[in-house]
Nanobody, 120 residues
Framework: VQLQASGGGLVQAGGSLRLSCAASGSIVSINTMGWYRQAPGKQREMVAT???????NYADSVKGRFAVSRGNAKNTVYLQMNSLKPEDTAVYYC???????????????WGQGTQVTVSS
C-alpha cells in the first residue's frame, strides 16, 4: 500500500491550501483516511479523519477552518485548509487505516509527508 500526498507549500497567514492524497495497492477494508501533522519538536497529532460513511473528526485547533473529504475515487482524501495560521506550520502526513482481511487487525499506513509553512 502506498500513499502519495501533494499540495503543500508556503502561504501567508489567512490564506488557503488544499492537500490531496491518493492510496494505491491492495486496498481492501478501509476504516478511516485522514491527515496528521508534526511540527518541529512536537509529537505527531491528528488533524482530521473521515470514515467510509463520511463521518468526520477534527482536532479542536482546526475546527471551522479545515475540511476533510473523500474523492469520487474512494481511495483519495483531501484536506481543505482555510484561514491558515503560523501555528499550522508542520509536515502533514496522509493516513490510511485499513485491514487486509476480516481476520486481521486494522493497520496504519502513512504517506511521505508534505510541508505546509504559514508565514505571519
Amino acid at each position: 500500500v502506498q500513499l502519495q500526498a501533494s499540495g503543500g507549500g508556503l502561504v501567508q497567514a489567512g490564506g488557503s491550501l488544499r492537500l490531496s492524497c491518493a492510496a494505491s495497492g491492495s486496498i481492501v477494508s478501509i476504516n478511516t483516511m485522514g491527515w496528521y501533522r508534526q511540527a518541529p519538536g512536537k509529537q505527531r497529532e491528528m488533524v482530521a479523519t473521515i470514515t467510509v460513511s463520511g463521518n468526520t473528526n477534527y482536532a479542536d485547533s482546526v475546527k471551522g477552518r479545515f475540511a476533510v473529504s473523500r474523492g469520487n475515487a474512494k481511495n483519495t482524501v483531501y484536506l481543505q485548509m482555510n484561514s491558515l495560521k503560523p501555528e499550522d506550520t508542520a509536515v502533514y502526513y496522509c493516513n490510511l487505516n485499513m485491514r487486509k482481511n476480516i481476520l486481521s487487525a486494522f493497520h496504519d499506513y502513512w504517506g511521505q509527508g508534505t510541508q505546509v509553512t504559514v508565514s505571519s
